[in-house]
């Protein structure tokens, strides 16, 4: 499975941004989704994630700003990025996790830059 994500840039603190991942295969509801970041010097942290029937689940530090969604028609995750602040900025990577086949797959990285 090839993920590829897409949608980073270079916003002020306050706006916003929405980040897709479109996978090479169909979304199933078995399939776990999430959004990871990490940023300069740090460890890479889970930002969102989501499931078929769940709820979603958002690091405290988002939440109320961020919204993850899928659409399965079209193969693809977002991540809608509202109120942006400079402690946002990391690289933003897509994850799969094919829990049916026990496969874990991730893009390539989309760079969010905001500046104050």
């Known amino acids: 499975v090839q993920l590829q994500a897409s949608g980073g840039g270079l916003v002020q603190a306050g706006e916003s941004l929405r980040l897709s991942c479109a996978a090479s295969?169909?979304?199933?509801?078995?399939?776990?989704m999430a959004w990871y970041r990490q940023a300069p010097g740090k460890q890479r942290e889970l930002v969102a994630s989501?499931?078929?029937?769940?709820?979603?689940n958002y690091v405290d530090s988002v939440k109320g700003r961020f919204t993850i969604s899928k659409d399965s028609a079209k193969s693809t995750v977002y991540l809608q990025m509202n109120s942006l602040k400079p402690e946002d900025t990391a690289v933003y990577y897509c994850?799969?996790?094919?829990?049916?086949?026990?496969?874990?797959?991730w893009g390539q990285g989309t760079q969010v830059t905001v500046s104050s």
């Open positions: 295969r169909s979304i199933v509801s078995s399939d776990y």
């Open positions: 994850n799969l996790v094919d829990r049916v086949n026990f496969r874990n797959y």
């Open positions: 989501v499931t078929s029937g769940g709820s979603p």
